[in-house]
T-cell receptor, first 110, second 116 residues
Framework: QKEVEQDPGPLSVPEGAIVSLNCTYS??????FMWYRQYSRKGPELLMY????GNKEDGRFTAQVDKSSKYISLFIRDSQPSDSATYLC??????????FGDGTTLTVKP | GAGVSQSPSNKVTEKGKDVELRCDPI?????LYWYRQSLGQGLEFLIY????????KSGLPSDRFSAERTGGSVSTLTIQRTQQEDSAVYLC??????????????FGPGTRLTVL
């Protein structure tokens, strides 16, 4: 069993839809939780970074962490075609070791 | 520099040859990470440096892989006796460090390695 499992997708939604991306994890040593966006043939770019259970909002993006259930989510409101990309969840221990999900490819259709 | 740079951007090599990949982190970033990404997959953690030391080498796939960092800046990832399964994009990232958490990682564009 992988330490991090990400809903595989792919997802295809109409412009303006709300998108939900999810990951579960098994290692309770993970303390920091991140979401990255990766466009084709580019390096990942950080979208959201959090270290506690609860919600964190940044514009159209909301990251949700539930440490008791070992579950994290990223919500995208009013999705735009420019949001079309692969989204990766990532988790870090205090010792700096990171584990990424396999990614979910999102397509937002105009 | 403006961001993390990696060289070469593309590398094609023959099975059995050694390759060296280079990463120039953002100036002042003490933490540096190497990842491998195979086609359609997430990132596989290889190694990270805090300054010049590598507290965790457990992600290196085999003893053919090694990495070093000198002067707290440039890092090289060396793959000896390359195999076809080593073909992937090798990504480097840097961040300000681990005090209070890993912080925001900035990724380079990657080196696309193809082993024939």
């Amino acid at each position: 069993q992988k330490e991090v499992e990400q809903d595989p997708g792919p997802l295809s939604v109409p412009e303006g839809a709300i998108v939900s991306l999810n990951c579960t994890y098994s290692n309770s040593a993970f303390q920091y939780f991140m979401w990255y966006r990766q466009y084709s043939r580019k390096g990942p770019e950080l979208l959201m970074y959090t270290y506690s259970s609860g919600n964190k909002e940044d514009g159209r993006f909301t990251a949700q962490v539930d440490k008791s259930s070992k579950y994290i989510s990223l919500f995208i409101r009013d999705s735009q075609p420019s949001d079309s990309a692969t989204y990766l969840c990532a988790m870090f221990t205090n010792a700096g070791k990171s584990t990424f999900g396999d990614g979910t490819t999102l397509t937002v259709k105009p | 520099g403006a961001g993390v740079s990696q060289s070469p951007s593309n590398k094609v090599t023959e099975k059995g040859k050694d390759v060296e990949l280079r990463c120039d982190p953002i100036s002042g970033h003490t933490a540096l990470y190497w990842y491998r990404q195979s086609l359609g997959q997430g990132l596989e953690f290889l190694i990270y440096f805090q300054g010049n030391s590598a507290p965790d080498k457990s992600g290196l796939p085999s003893d053919r892989f090694s990495a070093e960092r000198t002067g707290g800046s440039v890092s090289t990832l060396t793959i000896q006796r390359t195999q076809q399964e080593d073909s992937a994009v090798y990504l480097c990232a840097s961040s300000l460090g681990l005090a209070g958490g890993p912080g925001e990682q900035f990724f380079g564009p990657g080196t696309r390695l193809t082993v024939l």
